[in-house]
Structure formats: structure tokens, C-alpha cells
């Protein structure tokens, strides 16, 4: 079945894939011919186990070299697309482009509050042991820091983040500071306490209506994906198979047949 193609609005920051490809030992388990994530406020990425999803997002943020094709950011502003299929991480994030990670990850030497504040500062003021004694990064840092902890309360703000439920947090909050314009977030509910999930995602869904955040949403809780995607990307076998509203994608034979079987409809 063919990929389809989507015309994201100038106004909002998207990513465009064209040709990427990529193989594990002779295999190919990503093959996109020409998509566009971040057309939309929200957008879900679904598909079964080893439909090649994360290797997709892990492409674009160039952690897995493309075997070919590239990827183009698009800020949203009017400028001229960036290719960034070969840029580091640090480059992408400077444009904007910044991802949650899977697999949760931490700095297991440096407090939840410390945590934060080393993510929200700039790139020039990130000196080893320097940081946390820069005062314009403290007063610049510390109240939007503070909304966060007062709503999302860690058990200990002071301390270490303890649970998989605090660290996966912890990075989700790390993101937002980075102030994205595209944000990937890969599995974000894993591990979270269901009020904390529904409150993740009620910020996420205000910051890509009242900030112009496009947001792409990886995610095999589809409670999620059908409450908060304003659109969505099906992925079976390497490629994106349909993409369309959240309704029509979910009573779809091909994703009802692949991924949710026939009792997930009407539910």
C-alpha cells in the first residue's frame, strides 16, 4: 500500500523523510519514501512491535546513521529547511528538534532540581562546575523550574529521582525546558502513575496549542494516541502504511487486521 504524502501549514514546525532506509544485517526494517511528521498540533506514531517506529525516530535524530535518505526540518518561521540527517544531537536541539528517549536515562550524580537547570541552560553557559553558579541561569531558570515541580511534585525535588516513574518524568521535563518546536517523544506514559500520565499529556497538548509545539507521540497506549493526536501515522513492516484522522485510522481494516484486532473497535 502506498505512503501518503501530507502538506504540513507553514506556520508549524514539521520534519520531512524522504527515502530513508535503513538495514540490520541484510534486513530492512525502515523504509520511508517521502513523509511529514508535525503537520498537525499532535500527531501519533503507531504500529505492532518491530514495525521499525523507534528505529524511524532514532534515524531522525541521527543516534542510527540512515543506510540513505535524509531528513529536513522545517522551523515553522518562514526560513528555508535545514537538513539534519547528519547533524548531532546538540545541533538538532539548538534548532528546536529534541526527543524523550525510550530506554530512561540519567544523571545519576545530579539532583532532580540541579537536572533541570542544567537542561534549560544555553550551550555557551554549560561549563563543568560552573553551571549552577551562573547567576543569570538561575534567575532566568528558577520560576518556570518551580511551576513544574509544584505540578508534577517529585517525591524529593532536592534529592535524586528514585522510581522509573520519576526519571522517565524527569527527562519528559528536560525536554519542555529545552523549549522545543518539534518535540519526539517515545513512549512518554511508560512507568508513570496514571494522574501524572494524564497531566504529562494535558501540558503537552497545551504547549502544542498556546506555543506552536508540534509533537509526535510514539506510544503503544492508544488511549493516548485517540485522546490527544490530532492525526496519525499507522507503521507495519518498515513503512507508514495510512495516515489520516485518529477515527478513521482506528476502524481501518489494515490497522484493525495488523495491530488492533477486531475487538478493539467501538471501545
Not at 535524586?160 to 518539534?182: H, M, V, Y
Not at 509526535?216 to 495510512?242: P, Q, R
Amino acid at each position: 500500500m502506498a505512503e501518503a504524502t501530507v502538506t504540513a501549514s507553514a506556520g508549524r514546525p514539521h520534519l520531512r523523510i524522504e527515502g530513508a532506509v535503513k538495514s540490520f544485517d541484510g534486513r530492512v526494517v525502515v523504509d520511508v519514501a517521502d513523509l511529514t511528521l508535525g503537520g498537525n498540533p499532535v500527531e501519533g506514531l503507531i504500529g505492532p512491535n518491530g514495525a521499525g517506529k523507534t528505529t524511524l525516530m532514532r534515524m531522525i535524530m541521527h543516534s542510527i546513521k540512515l543506510d540513505k535518505g535524509k531528513v529536513t526540518f522545517y522551523p515553522g518561521d518562514g526560513s528555508r529547511g535545514v537538513a539534519i540527517s547528519s547533524l548531532p544531537a546538540h545541533a538538532m536541539a539548538s534548532l528546536g528538534v529534541v526527543k524523550t528517549n525510550q530506554v530512561i536515562q540519567d544523571f545519576e550524580k545530579l539532583t532532580i532540581w540541579d537536572s533541570l537547570l542544567l537542561a534549560a541552560a544555553r550551550r555557551r553557559e554549560e561549563r563543568p562546575f560552573r553551571i549552577f553558579a551562573e547567576k543569570r541561569v538561575w534567575a532566568r531558570n528558577t520560576a518556570e523550574i518551580k511551576c513544574y515541580l509544584e505540578e508534577f511534585p517529585f517525591a524529593n525535588p532536592y534529592g535524586f529521582a528514585k522510581s522509573a516513574g520519576e526519571k522517565k518524568l524527569l527527562d519528559i521535563l528536560r525536554c519542555l525546558l529545552l523549549r522545543p518546536k518539534l518535540l519526539l517523544l517515545d513512549e512518554p506514559t511508560a512507568g508513570l502513575p496514571a494522574d501524572v500520565r494524564d497531566r504529562v499529556m494535558q501540558t503537552i497538548k497545551k504547549k502544542a496549542g498556546d506555543e506552536n509545539v508540534s509533537v509526535v507521540i510514539v506510544e503503544h497506549d492508544l488511549n493516548v494516541i485517540w485522546t490527544l493526536s490530532d492525526y496519525v501515522h499507522f507503521m507495519a513492516e518498515g513503512s507508514v502504511l495510512l495516515q489520516g484522522d485518529p477515527a478513521w485510522i482506528r476502524e481501518h481494516e489494515t490497522v484493525v487486521e495488523k495491530y488492533l484486532g477486531k475487538g478493539h473497535v467501538g471501545h
